[in-house]
C-alpha cells in the first residue's frame, strides 16, 4: 500500500503544474491518459529494443498485419514501434509535442485505440500551447509504474484513488466509476464460495462479466481471487462500459494482463447489448443507483412488448427514474442454465429495489421480485453497513442470485443483516467514512455459508415475501342510510370507502378478512331474493301475524304489499320481511308455501322466529373482496425482519440527565461572568 500512496500522491501533485491554465474539473483528461501511457511505457521498456530492431527486419517484407510478430517480441499483447520513450521524449523539449504524437500512434491497435478514448489530442496541443507539456510529461518520466514496483491490483487502485480525487474537486460525482475493494472482495467471496472445490481443479476456465465494468476493479479482484486459490485455474473476464475514462483504463489492464482486451466493450449495457449472445459461469456489477432510463426507454419497451422472456425484460419494467432492475435482468439473461452448469450473480443495490412498485396488472418492479423468487432464483440479500461507498451514504445490499441453488437452499431466501459490521476510517473519503476489515468480510462470508438462523440471519420461504393485494368493497347508501343494490340484487361498492389490504401469501384470505378487517365494519343483513328467482317469503305483519306467499320478482311483491295491493296485509301495514327461501323452480316453491301454512310449518316457523334462525337474523359481511382486481405483489423488507425493540428511557434517568445538563451549563456560566 505504501507504493500505492506514494505514487498516487506524487501523480496528483503533478496536478499542480496545471493549475491557471486548465479548470480543476479538466485535470483528469491530462492526468489520466498519461498514467495509463506511462504505465504501459514501464512495462515495455525491457523489449523496446527488440521490438525496433524486429520492426526494422520486418519492414521490407510483404507482411501486412505486423502487430502479432511485434506483440510476441515484446512479450504482451501490444507493443510500440515508434522510436521513442519517456526517456527519449523528454531528450528532446524542443519537439516533445511532435514526438508524443509519434509515440502514441506507434502503439499497436489495441493499445492506440485505448489512448484515444482519452481525446487526448487536444490537450497535447492545449499544454504545448502553455509550455506546460515538457514539464508535465518530465512528472511523469520520473515515477515507476512498472508491475514490479505496482501489481495491477495496486494500479486499480491508484486509478481509483485519481478519479475519486479529480471528482471530489470539481463537485461531480466521486466515486461513480468503482466500488469499494473491500466490498468487492465480499462479493467475489460469495460468488465463489459454494464452488471452491471445483474450481482448485486443475486447468479450470471459468468466465465472469461485469455490465458496468469501471475501471474493472471488480474484474480484477475476482482474478486475483481465483489465481490465490488456484494458480492453474484461469478466469476469462468480460465486460462493457459506457464512460470513456473508465472503459480505457479497464482495458489497459486486461492488455497488460495478457487477457483478452477486446472481452471489454464500450457503450451502454442496457440500449446497446453488445455481448447479447453470450453466456457466462459468474456475473458481477454495481450499476448506478437511481439512474433515469427514459433516453432509451422506446427500445427497451419494444423489447419488453414484443419479445417477452424472449428478450431481457419479459419480467416487467421498473419506473423510468429508477433502473437498477434493468440492470439486474440485463445480467440474468447472460446466466448459463441450469442444465449447463448454471450461473451465479452478486449485484449492489440500494433499498429501492426490495420494496418500491406496487402489485398491479402492469409488470413492474413487483413483478419482477415475484418472477425472481417463484422461480427461485434469489439465495440471499446481505444488507451493508451505511457509508461505504464513495458516493452515497445511503443503505445499500448485496443480492445473490443463482439458477443452481445448492439442496438445502432450494425454495428458500436467506437475509443477512451486516450493518454491524464495520470500522470507523481514520480519514473520510467523500460519503465514505467506515470499511469492512478483513475480519469483517470472513464473519459475513461465515454467516452466508453456514446457511443457519441466527441474530444476523434469517431464513424464509421464497413464498413469505409475497402477498395479496386485495381491493376491500363496502356497499354504497342511500340518503336514509339503506343499502343500494346493483340490477342482479347484490351490494352496490361505494368508491369512495374502497381500500386495499396486502394480505400475506401464507395466510388464508379469508381467515385474514374475519380477523383484521371484518370485526371493523358494521354487517350487512342476508342479501334478500332478485327478480327471477323464486322464492317463499313470510312477513310479520303489525298485529303479530305472520303472512306466506310465494313469487318469482320478490321486489316487484314486496312494493304491491306496501302499495296495500294485497287484502291480507293491507289491513296490517306496515310489515316486516322475516324470511325467505330460494328455490330452483315454482313446484318447489309452492310445495315450501303449503308446508308453511300447516300445523307444522307454523310451529317450526314460530319456533325459528324465537330462537332467532330466519332469514331476517343472518347477517353477511359487511366488506367483501373484489377478487377481479386482485393482484400478487413481492416485497422484502428488512426492517421488520431484523427489528429489536429498545424499551423507551425511564423518566427518572432522563431527568437526572437534564439535571447534570443545567449543572454543568450553570457552571459554565459562572466562569464566563
Not at 495478457?258 to 453466456?279: F, T, V
Not at 350487512?524 to 313469487?551: H, M, N, R, W
Not at 307444522?600 to 331476517?616: A, D, F, H, I, P
Not at 343472518?618 to 377481479?628: F, H, L, N, S
Request: hydrophobic share 35%.
Amino acid at each position: 500500500m505504501k507504493n500505492i500512496k506514494e505514487s498516487a500522491n506524487f501523480i496528483w501533485s503533478i496536478a499542480d503544474l496545471l493549475r491557471g491554465d486548465y479548470k480543476q474539473s479538466d485535470y483528469g483528461k491530462v492526468i489520466l491518459p498519461l498514467t495509463v501511457l506511462r504505465r504501459l511505457d514501464c512495462i515495455l521498456e525491457k523489449s523496446k529494443a527488440d521490438v525496433l530492431q524486429k520492426f526494422e527486419q520486418l519492414k521490407t517484407t510483404n507482411i501486412e498485419n505486423l502487430d502479432p510478430i511485434l506483440n510476441k517480441t515484446a512479450g504482451y499483447n501490444f507493443h510500440n514501434r515508434s522510436p521513442f520513450d519517456f526517456n527519449k521524449l523528454i531528450a528532446d523539449p524542443n519537439n516533445i509535442a511532435a514526438n508524443l504524437r509519434n509515440y502514441i500512434n506507434g502503439f499497436s491497435e489495441d493499445a492506440r485505440e485505448i489512448i484515444e478514448q482519452f481525446e487526448f489530442e487536444n490537450q497535447i496541443n492545449k499544454m504545448d500551447d502553455n509550455n506546460l507539456l515538457f514539464m508535465v510529461v518530465k512528472r511523469f518520466q520520473e515515477t515507476d509504474l512498472h508491475p514490479d514496483h505496482i501489481s495491477s491490483m495496486e494500479m486499480g487502485y491508484m486509478f481509483e484513488e485519481l478519479i475519486r480525487k479529480f471528482a471530489e474537486i470539481s463537485n461531480e460525482t466521486a466515486g461513480e466509476h468503482f466500488t469499494p475493494r473491500e466490498v468487492i472482495k465480499l462479493m467475489v467471496n460469495i460468488l465463489f464460495l459454494n464452488d471452491r472445490e471445483m474450481l482448485t481443479k486443475k486447468g479450470i476456465t471459468k468466465t465472469i462479466f461485469d455490465c458496468c465494468a469501471g475501471t474493472g476493479g471488480m474484474l480484477s479482484v475476482a482474478e486475483e481471487y481465483l489465481h490465490e486459490l488456484n494458480p492453474d485455474a484461469r478466469l476469462e473476464v468480460f465486460g462493457q462500459e459506457l464512460n470513456p475514462e473508465s472503459y480505457a483504463i479497464c482495458k489497459s489492464d486486461l492488455l497488460i494482463k495478457g487477457q483478452n482486451a477486446s472481452n471489454i466493450k464500450k457503450g451502454n449495457s442496457i440500449s446497446e447489448d453488445q455481448l447479447s449472445h453470450e453466456k457466462f459461469d459468474y456475473l458481477i456489477t454495481n450499476p448506478p443507483f437511481g439512474v433515469k432510463w427514459e433516453k432509451f426507454a422506446k427500445k427497451v419497451k419494444e423489447e419488453h412488448e414484443q419479445r417477452g422472456h424472449g428478450g431481457r425484460f419479459g419480467a416487467g419494467l421498473p419506473s423510468v427514474s429508477d433502473g437498477s432492475f434493468l440492470f439486474l435482468l440485463h445480467l440474468m439473461s447472460k446466466m448459463k442454465p441450469a442444465d449447463q452448469g448454471g450461473s451465479r450473480l452478486a449485484i449492489v443495490f440500494n433499498g429501492s429495489p426490495l420494496f418500491s412498485g406496487s402489485p398491479s396488472k402492469t409488470k413492474n418492479e413487483s413483478s419482477i421480485r415475484q418472477w425472481i423468487i417463484e422461480n427461485d432464483l434469489l439465495e440471499a440479500v446481505i444488507a451493508l453497513p451505511n457509508q461505504l461507498f464513495y458516493n452515497t451514504g445511503i443503505s445499500t445490499y448485496i443480492w445473490v442470485i443463482s439458477n443452481h441453488k445448492p439442496t438445502n437452499r432450494k425454495g428458500k431466501v436467506q437475509l443477512i443483516n451486516s450493518v454491524d459490521f464495520f470500522k470507523k476510517m481514520s480519514k473520510s473519503l467523500g460519503d465514505k467514512r467506515n470499511e469492512l476489515s478483513d475480519n469483517h468480510i470472513a464473519e459475513i462470508t461465515k454467516i452466508y455459508g453456514e446457511f443457519v438462523e441466527a441474530t444476523h440471519s434469517k431464513i424464509f420461504e421464497n413464498k413469505a415475501f409475497g402477498y395479496a393485494k386485495v381491493t376491500v368493497e363496502r356497499p354504497e347508501r342511500n340518503d336514509k342510510g339503506q343499502i343500494v343494490l346493483d340490477r342482479k340484487g347484490n351490494p352496490k361498492p361505494d368508491s369512495a370507502l374502497r381500500d386495499t389490504e396486502n394480505i400475506p401469501l401464507l395466510m388464508d384470505v379469508q381467515e385474514y378478512m374475519e380477523k383484521e378487517v371484518l370485526p371493523h365494519v358494521p354487517d350487512l343483513p342476508a342479501q334478500k331474493p332478485i327478480s327471477g328467482e323464486y322464492c317463499v317469503y313470510v312477513l310479520k305483519c303489525k298485529d303479530g301475524t305472520f303472512y306466506k306467499g310465494q313469487t318469482s320478482d320478490f321486489t316487484r311483491r314486496m312494493k304491491e304489499h306496501e302499495n296495500g295491493e294485497v287484502s291480507w296485509t293491507s289491513k296490517n301495514l306496515p310489515f316486516e320481511v322475516i324470511h325467505w327461501e330460494i328455490f330452483k323452480t315454482r313446484e318447489e316453491a309452492v310445495k315450501r308455501e303449503d308446508y308453511l301454512k300447516s300445523g307444522r310449518g307454523r310451529e317450526w316457523l314460530q319456533k325459528s322466529y324465537e330462537n332467532k334462525t330466519l332469514k331476517v337474523f343472518e347477517r353477511q359481511a359487511g366488506a367483501w373482496i373484489d377478487e377481479t382486481k386482485t393482484n400478487v405483489g413481492y416485497e422484502i423488507n428488512f426492517t421488520k425482519y431484523f427489528y429489536q425493540y429498545k424499551p423507551l428511557r425511564s423518566l427518572d434517568d432522563i431527568r437526572a440527565d437534564i439535571m447534570a445538563l443545567e449543572q454543568e451549563t450553570d457552571g459554565l456560566l459562572k466562569e464566563i461572568i
